[in-house]
């Protein structure tokens, strides 16, 4: 994966040094992320995060020139669902195409995901995904699918849909 | 894959503090020494998958005694194999030369094993910093195929004192995802099982050593075949996996490898990562290692029947011809058997049991030089943009294919993408706009979606951010 700035992507914080945080990206450095680039963080009032946390960010800046840049905030200072993501669920990766097909507007493959249980899902532009449903067996039948969905068509998506709901 | 070179930049970072990017040292235009660690486990993968075993799940669907789907595949040499675990391969390869015997074994040919983790197996592995899992993979490869005499060395030997055949076997970790020790050790049996070494006859004091053409190579006489199988231990010993999968090597307390061979003995048994085992727990996994080798020696015996078959029959065999030619656009996914009997399906056996799409040929219509149609477009609908969905569609994709907006293919009218020349391919629909739409239509509605009605929880973090680099391009 190839930082770009304003990209949102799922990080994996791999050590806390000072002020910042180096974050894992999946790009060939590691990102820099400021303690205070949270909503509502002080120099007084840390963030929570501990090394091996999951983090949804954007970059702010990113070129080949220099480290790679995140912050888990807008530029008018809100969270906008940013931050370290929760404790449970499940985090696989996929093609970063695939991730681009499935945020693409109006995606058919999320509808129906959606209409078969309650999920939460975070998508990072550099292939991570993170998935919550209530039971294990239903996260893992959630990535299992996204997983799938690289190589199946229209039709055979339907087929597994339709099985699904029915069980 | 090239990457930049970077020297020593010392950069001022908000004023705070100087970071310095690693300096690169390169001492040849392609010998590019870049340190890559690997990716990170996170808390939550590690939780996940604890709890997951916890109850008996594995990310792949199996059960806890199911081994992942085995490949073994010939070269065109004696001796040449892929074997592939899963995703996990190794490529094998056997070579024989006369030397002179040790000194102390003066009647004995001599076995050589080398296992090596090449750079594309993981990122992490890298020259130097692989030495500890490569000697402990070493060491028990050599266990396993050295001390337990599966290979009759005496009949290695030439002419006692000064010729014997010196039998090398090199193994290449192409690919990691779990469990390197049973496809290595898999590969190597499977090799010596393949090879064939020149004939050699000895009369009075003349040695003839034969070439290929002159008379057929001769197979090593091999006794048993050994084969290693792991178990991976979790929870202080109360979980155990068979075969792990390369996330549940990261997240495993401890390691025990039992080698056997199908008559049940055992040859090597290496417990590691300091976890304390009980009695029984050890001789329950060596009566499920009996199971699981005898299996695999019967595929074993099956695969070197197949190309020993193959080749007499003057067939074509060889990788060329085992590992299957695949598109990078495929419709298609590995098949491991799932066992779904309690749970709910899983997506792997589904599409298993799906027709493949059928071939879509598409027939442009030459109207004049230079334009040309294909299809016969759809009613004009400028109205209603956002509505109309184009579906995937490539080379061996579906048949229906909704022509997104405002494409109107009139006979002799270009259409705004372009090129009407060449066969227009409706690639990955959703993603890709192949038009500008409306001009007036507000590029900045910005739309973020909620899954669905019967979502409980709190409204997925998505944003659509993909438009904005759009726009930033327009």
């Known amino acids: ?167 | 894959l090239q990457l930049p070179r970077f020297d020593d930049v010392n950069l001022l970072r908000r004023g705070t503090s100087r970071v310095r990017v690693k300096r690169c040292r390169v001492s040849s235009p392609d010998a590019f020494q870049y340190l890559m660690k690997e990716t990170p486990l996170s808390n939550c993968e590690r939780r996940f998958l604890l709890r997951a075993i916890e109850e008996k799940k594995r990310l792949d669907g199996r059960q806890t005694y199911d081994y992942r789907n085995i490949k073994i595949s010939f070269g065109t040499d004696y001796g040449c194999c892929i074997v592939e675990l899963g995703k996990t391969r190794v490529l094998g390869q056997v070579s024989c030369e006369l030397v002179s015997p040790k000194l102390n074994r003066a009647t004995e040919g001599i076995l050589f094993f080398n296992l090596e983790l090449s750079q594309m197996a993981a990122p992490a592995f890298e020259p130097g910093r692989q030495s500890d899992l490569l000697v402990k993979l070493n060491r028990l490869l050599e266990r396993c195929l050295r001390n337990s005499k599966c290979i009759d060395t005496e009949s290695l030997c030439v002419v006692a004192g000064e010729k014997v055949w010196q039998i090398r076997v090199d193994l290449h970790l192409l690919n990691h995802d779990g469990n390197i020790i049973d496809a290595a050790s898999i590969a190597a049996i499977v090799a010596l099982c393949h090879f064939r070494r020149p004939d050699v006859s000895v009369q009075g004091d003349e040695v003839t050593l034969y070439t290929l053409e002159e008379r057929d190579p001769v197979p090593l006489s091999i006794h048993h075949m050994p084969i290693c199988v792991s178990f991976a231990f979790f929870q202080q010993g109360t979980y155990l996996l068979v075969d792990p999968n390369e996330r549940e090597e990261r997240v495993m307390d401890g390691l025990l490898v039992i080698a056997m061979n199908k008559h049940r003995e055992i040859c090597t048994i290496q417990s590691s990562g300091g976890i304390m085992l009980l009695k029984d727990q050890v001789l329950r996994c060596s009566k499920i290692a009996g199971v699981k080798v005898a299996e695999i020696t019967e595929l074993i015996q099956k695969a070197l029947e197949n190309d020993q078959k193959v080749r007499k029959e003057g067939g074509k065999f060889g990788f060329a011809e085992s590992i299957a030619n695949q598109k990078i656009t495929a419709f298609r996914m590995e098949k491991a058997p799932v066992d779904t009997s309690d749970v709910e399906e899983k997506a792997e056996e589904i599409i298993c049991e799906a027709e493949p799409p059928s071939e879509v040929v598409s027939k442009p219509v030459l109207w004049t030089p230079g334009t040309a149609q294909i299809g016969e477009g759809i009613e004009n609908s400028w109205g209603d943009l956002e509505d109309s969905e184009k579906e995937d569609e490539d080379e061996g994709g579906s048949d229906e294919a909704i022509i997104l907006d405002s494409i109107k293919m009139d006979t002799g009218e270009v259409s705004n993408i372009g090129s009407q020349d060449a066969p227009i391919v409706l690639s990955d629909s959703e993603e890709e706009e192949m038009i500008i739409l409306e001009p007036d239509k507000n590029p900045k509605k910005i739309r973020t979606q909620t899954i669905s009605a019967t979502q409980v929880k709190a409204p997925s973090k998505k944003p659509v951010k993909k438009r904005k680099k759009k726009r930033a391009a327009n």
């Open chain 1, 1 to 167: 994966y190839v930082p770009v700035k304003g990209d949102h992507v799922i990080g994996i914080v791999t050590a806390k040094s000072g002020d910042i945080f180096k974050v894992d990206v999946g790009g060939s450095e590691p990102a820099s992320l400021s303690y205070l680039a949270f909503e509502g963080a002080t120099k007084r009032n840390r963030p929570n995060v501990q090394v091996g946390d999951l983090i949804y960010g954007q970059f702010v800046v990113a070129n080949k020139d220099m480290e790679p840049e995140m912050v888990c905030i807008d530029s008018c200072g809100r969270a906008c669902g940013m931050g370290v993501i929760g404790q449970d669920g499940l985090l696989f990766k996929v093609t970063l195409g695939l991730i681009r097909r499935l945020l693409a507007p109006d995606c058919e493959i999320l509808q129906e995901v959606g209409k078969l249980y309650p999920l939460e899902i975070v998508f990072g532009m550099n292939g991570r995904i993170w998935v919550k449903a209530k039971t294990i067996q239903q996260t893992l039948i959630l990535a299992n699918i996204l997983e799938a969905c690289e190589h199946m068509t229209a039709d055979q998506r339907k087929q597994i849909f339709s099985r699904l709901a029915e069980s």
